[in-house]
């Protein structure tokens, strides 16, 4: 069993979670995003931010601190430039508006604030426009270890620093735009597992060693334990295997594939266009 976040099979995308513990309001949504999103506008809501309380502030701190004392040595570089430079912090949960600032104007993304669940075709819709499916509640203290849905330590600490580095930003907007035109289920599964074994789960070689990027392992201190100790089979990455690779969403992965660098998952992406639909 996994700790931190169970994953939801890359198959259904998106992000959901109860609507009663989003610290957000759904009426007041930017007319601009719901006009550009005509499939994922309606699940637009905007973070309260104030509404966070002392309590979910120093369960983010405990989080951030935890998790950093092991990434600073095993996460990418690109990950940590990246955490840097949309400024995280570790002593209050995110202000999304803050992190856009930072990080819309180096890639054009940004972490968008979602009420719940997405369909396909609003997750697809989203990552085609450069906008990151957030969640804004919290996990609470007693869930510190195991949490059933994403949340924004997650999405926000696990993916969004990612954001910031240029080529996986162009990969996950041309993930997005492939996906969106796709129509047989059987090869949006396949491109669930290119999703699964890179963004959620990638591992890259960086100095003679393996480093973690994908957000499943960066927020997951028992996951990225696993790899770190070298629990898994590390395999190169390779596109066919990938498609064809299944898993499980309730157990630690037996198999990752590592890159040399996220030239190649871009390419990867192009490759499965071409292959796919």
Known sequence: MTTGVKKKAPEKFGNQFPDQKAAASRTAVE???TSSLPIAGSYLIQQDWPAYTPE????????VRRRLAQLRQHACREYLEGHELIGLREDSI?????VNARLEPRTGWRATPVSGF???????????????PTTTYLRSR??????????IFHDVFGHVPMHAHAVFADFL??????CAVLTSPEDLERMGRLFWFTVEFGVIRQQGTIKLYGSGLISSQGESDYVVKGGPEIRDFNLEQVLEQRFSTSEMQPVLYAVESFDEIYHAAQQAESRLG
């Open 56 to 63: 979910q502030h120093a369960i983010w701190a405990d989080l």
């Open 173 to 178: 907007e041309h993930y997005g735009r492939v």
């Open 118 to 132: 997405l369909p396909a075709d609003a997750f697809f819709e989203m990552l085609a426009a450069r906008k990151f």
């Open 31 to 33: 007319v601009d995003s």
């Open 142 to 151: 007693e869930a510190f270890d195991y949490t059933p849905e994403p949340d």
């Open 94 to 98: 995110p202000n999304l508006a803050e």
